[in-house]
């Protein structure tokens, strides 16, 4: 095993980056663009970071949702929690074999696993209470209604802006890792790890035992919680747009290219970040900076490998 010096780096793809949304969502699309997203992953490689890895599931785990929603009486009903676990798999194995491929061409060796990783939520986070993450499929009002009390789901909403209605299910925040020590062990190693894939599966502890929770854990905000546990210094997270903005969307729109952690927080503070999207990135930032994480680079797919030779992104840093 070639041994490698001591920075250490978090890697957190886009679910949205594996499934895009202007391609046909095959398994065989899902590769290629899995291959397509392993510039980063390379360059921190070949600047002699350990690495861990981590992988949003919003498309495919709404694929797994209607998977169990049609083979409903003829196959078990999966929990929630249980097609996240099993994504962890599915995504894992393919995001290990791509890299393992890649890194056999470029005649690099490192070992690469994927870890099912599960991650403790506090039952009284205020999202158990009220809900706020839409998943899944969109549905009629009348099917919405009638598989809500069919599958027992907590809440369903009609989508903002539109006649059709969505399942939504708690969001909690990420408090600890189970597999942590496990994870920095082997990143430790200089073995790549893939894990809490989907933002891990939100498990709660009852009477010292640990539980599966339907509901699911953002992955930025997951990858937060990985980087510090491993002690990380840099956080990459890879999404579908180049840099971060103020006032965007707007005239006044301004691309960040490097801002401290002081400037973050006060446009995160001002509103600039929408909850659904931009919004758990920087606060992943601001939470990774603050607890001793040096650097922070968000930037697309396309970039990453530029971004970490500071040539494209938007760098923030303590
Ligand atoms: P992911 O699947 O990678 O988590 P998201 O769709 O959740 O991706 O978040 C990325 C999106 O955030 C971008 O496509 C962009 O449209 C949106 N966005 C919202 N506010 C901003 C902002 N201030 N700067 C840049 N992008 C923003
Ligand atoms: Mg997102």
Not at 60 to 77: D, F, H
Not at 104 to 133: C, G, H, W, Y
Not at 161 to 189: A, H, M, N, Q
Request: charged share 25%.
């Amino acid at each position: 095993m070639t041994k490698t010096n001591k920075k250490r780096a978090v890697v957190a793809l886009g679910g949205n980056a594996i499934s895009m949304r202007d391609k046909t969502d095959t398994i065989a699309n899902q590769f290629d663009n899995t291959v397509a997203s392993l510039g980063s992953i390379i360059a921190l490689i070949k600047h002699g970071y350990q690495l861990a890895i981590t992988h949003g599931n919003g498309p495919q785990v709404g694929n797994a949702l209607m998977r169990v929603e049609l083979a409903r009486g003829k196959a078990p009903t999966l929990p929630l929690y249980v097609c996240v676990a099993d994504l962890q798999g599915g995504m894992g194995y393919m995001i290990e074999q791509c890299l393992q491929s890649r890194l056999s061409e470029e005649k690099i060796k490192r070992q690469v696993v994927a870890l099912v990783t599960q991650v403790v939520v506090d039952e009284n986070d205020p999202d158990f209470q009220n809900p706020t993450k839409f998943i899944g499929q969109f549905y009629s009002k009348q099917t919405a209604l009638k598989l809500a009390r069919e599958m027992g789901w907590q809440k369903i909403v009609q989508f903002p802006g539109d006649r059709r209605w969505r399942r939504v299910v708690p969001s909690p925040k990420p408090i600890e890792i189970i597999e942590g020590d496990t994870i920095k062990c082997l990143v430790d190693e200089g073995t790549i790890v893939i894990a809490a894939g989907g933002g891990g599966i939100p498990v709660l502890r009852k009477k010292g035992k640990l539980v599966g929770v339907d509901a699911v854990i953002d992955k930025d905000r997951a990858a937060a919680v990985m980087a510090r546990e491993i002690e990380a210094e840099l956080l990459i997270i890879l999404t579908d747009i180049d840099q971060v903005a103020i006032n965007y969307g707007t005239p006044q729109q301004k691309w960040l290219n490097k801002v401290s952690l002081k400037e973050i927080a006060e446009h995160y503070r001002n509103g600039q970040f929408p909850p659904g999207s931009m919004g758990p990135k920087i606060e992943a930032a601001i939470s990774f900076l603050e607890s001793g994480g040096r650097q922070v680079i968000i930037t697309s797919i396309e970039n990453g490998y530029d971004a970490v030779r500071g040539k494209a992104g938007t760098t923030i840093v303590r």
